[in-house]
């Protein structure tokens, strides 16, 4: 073998230095007794290379810079392909992807996946998979990974989860990968955020059966309301002062039919989705008039603060239904106060989306009410969960329809005792 590789070398180093037009010469023209009389004067000490070296310096260093060469051109060529199918990774943003060879290590995962997992963009895959996994939302990521890596077989679950107080459902998919011959060459996790789909069903189901009660609701109620008016009047005209009690029940009839009427004007508005009118608009000019307006007609125990950025850039708004958000919030936080004294302070800011590109405005309805339990929290948005006295259950409801049909979002935070905070955020749109 030694034989071998130091004639490939003589002989590499001999092409080396020929001209280009002379033939190569190869280890099977040598003949056998001139590689002796070779190894025998060049290499008697222990195959030693030192005259070799001497002889041929430069020629065996520029074969080394070649080598060199190649190798790191090799490794770029590497890193380079990686890089693309990185980015073809990155490009897929709807799911998180995560590959893992077959010893489990992670390989590559795309943005979605490293914003799942909270990871830095540029981070590193040289951790074993559970420090990766480790910061999922859930555990119950990890669990299915290990999982589909023990069976070596497909594995699908449904995941629901608490994220910064927002239910939220993924679907959790993990798969073996294999070669052509049978063998395990790694596994893929794909996971999936289906709230938002989920909810869309849900208002889409909910919109068909409001639309259904508003409509068979409102003729009857029409009727009554209608009726116990009339028969008011009959008793008015009569010449004998009403019995008091036959007043008070009409007036009770009267009234709880104006909320009933009410409650399907709300299905109605909930069921149709309404075409808004979005025009730029100021957000302080909007919400001072709104806040001047509040102040006069606001108990005196309630004090309404504004702090607005200045300059903020201009919003899509539809001035004949964004006011109603505003207006439902400012009521919710009056009786949230109650007979004591407390503050409403309303405030804008300017902010950047995190999961969609572009900026939006901020606004933030702060209150010192009594604040929401974990059970209220978790209902607070869905059609006819009500916690005060006379109310519907629908108008927080119709804000959040409202603030979507904006193209925009609505979250809140709320701690008994401590009162509650809205934040509703519009997008800045070019016009």
Not at 78 to 95: A, E, H, I, M
Not at 395 to 413: P, R, S
């Amino acid at each position: 073998m030694k034989r071998f590789l130091l004639i490939i070398l003589l002989v590499s180093v001999t092409t080396a230095m020929l001209p280009a037009q002379e033939s190569l010469v190869s280890p099977s023209e040598v003949p056998v007794d001139l590689q002796d009389a070779i190894i025998d004067e060049y290499f008697e000490d222990n195959w030693s290379l030192t005259i070799l070296w001497q002889r041929y310096r430069t020629e065996t260093l520029l074969l080394l810079i070649i080598g060199i060469g190649f190798v790191i051109g090799v490794r770029n060529y590497g890193r380079s392909l990686s890089k693309q199918q990185q980015r073809v990774f990155d490009s897929l943003q709807s799911n998180a992807l995560i590959m893992f060879d077959r010893s489990a290590d992670m390989q590559m995962m795309n943005r979605a996946a490293k914003q799942l997992l909270g990871l830095d963009e540029y981070v590193t895959m040289t951790e074993d998979y559970s420090y990766y996994l480790k910061n999922a939302p859930s555990p119950e990521i990890l669990s299915v990974f290990e999982e589909v890596r023990n069976s070596r077989h497909a594995v699908e679950r449904e995941v629901v989860f608490n994220h910064n107080k927002v239910m939220r459902t993924l679907i959790v998919k993990a798969y073996p990968l294999y070669t052509e011959s049978k063998r395990l060459d790694g596994f893929i996790m794909i996971i999936a955020d289906i709230t938002e789909a989920i909810e869309k069903d849900r208002r889409v189901n909910w919109s068909g059966v409001a639309q259904h009660v508003a409509h068979k609701a409102k003729t009857p109620l029409s009727t009554i309301t209608l009726t116990a008016q009339h028969l008011e009047m009959l008793l008015n005209e009569s010449g004998n002062s009403p019995h008091e009690e036959s007043t008070k029940y009409i007036d009770r009839i009267v009234g709880e039919s104006r909320k009933l009427n009410e409650i399907v004007h709300n299905l109605t508005r909930l069921a149709n989705k309404e075409q808004m009118n979005l025009l730029p608009n100021d957000v302080n000019i909007l919400l001072q008039n709104i806040a001047d307006e509040y102040r006069s007609k606001a108990t005196r125990n309630v004090e309404v603060i504004t702090h607005f950025y200045r300059n903020l850039p201009k919003v899509g708004i539809d001035i004949a239904h964004f006011p109603e958000a505003v207006e439902n919030l400012l009521d919710n936080a009056v009786r949230a106060i109650g007979s004591r004294d407390g503050r409403i302070i309303i405030t804008t800011a300017p902010g950047q989306w995190i999961n969609r590109p572009g900026e939006y405005v901020e606004i933030t309805i702060q209150d010192t009410g009594d604040g929401m339990d974990e059970e209220v929290k978790r209902s607070i948005f869905r059609p006819f969960a009500t916690h005060s006295k006379g109310g519907t259950g629908l108008g927080l409801v119709i804000v959040q329809k409202i603030i979507q049909e904006h193209q925009g979002e609505i979250t809140f935070n709320s701690s008994p005792g401590l009162g509650t905070t809205f934040q509703i955020r519009l997008p800045v749109t070019k016009y």
